[in-house]
């Protein structure tokens, strides 16, 4: 289960920015999650208030965006988003050319562009007193 560690690497971050900057408490997270990241949301969240305890983040509310997958076709050239639902993703070939059918030309003559990424959008915390 790579959300545990994930959660974890994000806890970490987090935690090292809010104390340079004296926080008290980590009070939100806005995380990114490409569709391509293969993390679900779900568990992540999960994951995310495990490794958040005992932390400047316990009890921090986790808001997740979804960032859209991309394409882009060798064939006609379209570049944009497509929809992973629509194919069964695994694991092990996310980072395979030709998995992904165009949806202009239909070719699967395709690279995936964007939407694999992970990263912390934005943090809210409580400042303490100097």
Do not use: W
């Not at 959300?3 to 926080?23: D, R």
């Not at 929809?83 to 202009?104: G, R, T």
């Not at 003559?109 to 694999?116: A, M, V, Y």
Request: glycine residues 6%; charged residues 30%; proline residues 1%.
């Amino acid at each position: 289960m790579h959300e545990y560690s994930t959660a974890v690497g994000v806890i970490e971050t987090i935690t090292a920015v809010a104390k340079e900057h004296n926080a008290t408490r980590i009070k939100k997270v806005e995380l990114v999650v490409g569709d391509f990241s293969m993390l679900n949301t779900e568990q992540l969240k999960f994951a995310f208030e495990i490794a958040a305890e005992g932390t400047l983040a316990e009890k921090a509310d986790l808001i997740i965006e979804a960032q859209k997958g991309e394409i882009d076709c060798k064939d006609c050239g379209y570049k944009g988003s497509v929809d992973a639902k629509k194919k069964d993703v695994d694991h092990f070939v996310v980072d395979l050319v030709n998995i992904f059918e165009c949806p202009k030309c239909k070719s699967n003559n395709t690279k995936i562009s964007g939407g694999r990424d992970i990263y912390v959008k934005n943090i809210e915390v409580e400042l303490g007193t100097k």
